[in-house]
Antibody, heavy 125, light 110 residues
Framework: EVRLVESGGGLVQPGRSLRLSCTAS????????MGWVRQAPGKGLEWVGS??????????EDAASVKGRFTVSRDDSKSIAFLQMNSLKMEDTAVYYC????????????????WGIGTTVTVSS | QSVLTQPPSASGTPGQRFSISCSGS????????VNWYQHLPGTAPRLLIY???QRPSGVPGRFSGSKSGTSASLAISGLQSEDEADYYC???????????FGGGTKLTVL
């Protein structure tokens, strides 16, 4: 069974850091682009960022709203994707979903075909 | 304000044919394929349609997608009560260099 399980969410103060983990199983993790999508309370889905497989170039892409603060990384030996979140703001409060991404190199197609159940991050003093 | 525009809410009756629109621009829908996701609160979102009109295995055939120019639509033939959910369109935006979502459409089945 293909599965993604997020962990690491919680309550954190503004300006602090948090690292989310996504443990994958049931597929060849290293061959896929992995990413993160979030949903703030009462809001819609928002793409956070993704990382390509190291078989391509391992490049990361990030949303403008988190660029310079959030970093997506991966450990293919453990089938884990990470989201390092620094300088957290109250508007980063959201449920964070780990996603498996199918994409070509020019993003003509780019879609999330497997989703985790999410982990909640609350930024508050 | 979302880059892709969807109606925020919609309603229909069981058995009805229903569609949701998604409007974009020449830097997103105009050049890249569109995907649709279904999201029931408290659960993981689910890929419903990818590459404009392709259904993943397990998605009922009554869901279909189409794209024309800078707009796309999701159609549901034979609406069922379990279709009550939030629906999002999404695509890659070449100008923003990122994945963009519509604001979501909350579908109520009366």
């Amino acid at each position: 069974e293909v599965r993604l399980v997020e962990s690491g969410g919680g309550l954190v103060q503004p300006g602090r850091s948090l690292r989310l983990s996504c443990t994958a199983s049931g597929f060849a993790f290293g061959e896929y682009v992995m990413g993160w999508v979030r949903q703030a309370p009462g809001k819609g889905l928002e793409w956070v960022g993704s990382i390509r497989s190291y078989g391509h170039d391992g490049a990361t892409e990030d949303a403008a709203s988190v660029k310079g603060r959030f970093t997506v990384s991966r450990d293919d030996s453990k089938s884990i994707a990470f989201l390092q979140m620094n300088s957290l703001k109250m508007e980063d409060t959201a449920v964070y979903y780990c996603v498996r991404v199918r994409s070509d190199s020019i993003h003509y197609y780019y879609y999330m075909d497997v989703w985790g159940i999410g982990t909640t991050v609350t930024v508050s003093s | 304000q979302s880059v892709l525009t969807q109606p925020p809410s919609a309603s229909g009756t069981p058995g009805q044919r229903f569609s949701i629109s998604c409007s974009g621009s020449s830097s997103n829908i105009g050049v890249n394929t569109v995907n649709w996701y279904q999201h029931l609160p408290g659960t993981a979102p689910r890929l419903l349609i990818y590459s404009n009109n392709q259904r993943p295995s397990g998605v009922p055939g009554r869901f279909s997608g189409s794209k024309s120019g800078t707009s796309a639509s999701l159609a549901i033939s034979g609406l069922q009560s379990e279709d009550e959910a939030d629906y999002y369109c999404a695509t890659w935006d070449a100008s923003l260099n990122g994945q963009v979502f519509g604001g979501g459409t909350k579908l109520t089945v009366l």
